[in-house]
């Protein structure tokens, strides 16, 4: 029942992100109302991906190297730092069109790299392959881009500590309610 829940999750996950690109008529004759039903199918996506999740057997797929947990951190800071205001207030990531959904195609890579679970490879590998296809979704809908007004490399600096802390934060509390992130 674990895994159903689990792939029903993730599968609404990419229904509700991708439903205004694939169906734009549809999701306009929604309306306001449109926001609210998306907002709740994330969140219903979210509900079952935890709950599948915690109900799935453990399944051995591979083992990680101990180094990995290392390699996670470096690649959580990254994408920390991605999904911050660096993409639009920075200067560094500028020129990139999707840093945000880099950054949440990083946070899964991180967790496949230190996870060798059948779970957690349906779960983060269905997040990071949705990230490719809703960056590829988008691309196709809007081709025309231009960057905003270029930031400061002061702000990335700033923003860059701040993905610091978050991840000592974000590390303490995944450790009260499930492994520890950081190497004892």
């Known amino acids: 029942m674990g895994f159903v829940l689990l792939i029903l999750g993730v599968a609404l996950w990419w229904a509700a992100h991708l439903f205004k690109r694939v169906r734009p008529a549809q999701r306009a004759a929604m309306g306001d109302r449109g926001k609210g039903m ?6 219903a996506s979210v509900v079952l991906m935890v709950i599948g999740f915690r109900m799935t057997p453990y399944v051995h797929v591979w083992a990680p190297p101990s180094y990995m947990t290392h390699a996670n951190n470096l690649l959580m800071l990254v994408a920390i730092w991605m999904m911050s205001p660096a993409g ?27 996870n060798g679970d059948l779970a957690s490879i349906i779960l983060f590998g269905g997040l990071f392959v949705w990230g490719i296809v809703e960056v590829a979704v988008i691309n196709a809908a809007e081709p025309e881009w231009t960057p905003g007004p270029q ?25 009260l309610v499930g492994p520890s992130p950081f190497p004892m």
């Open 38 to 43: 998306v907002a709740l199918a994330l969140l």
């Open 88 to 114: 639009t207030k920075g200067k560094l990531l500028h020129k990139m069109r999707h840093p945000q959904l880099a950054g949440f195609r990083a946070w899964a890579a991180a967790h496949l790299l230190v």
């Open 151 to 175: 930031g400061t490399l002061a702000k990335d600096g700033m923003f860059f500590v701040a993905s610091i802390v978050l991840l000592a934060v974000i590390g303490y509390i995944h450790g």
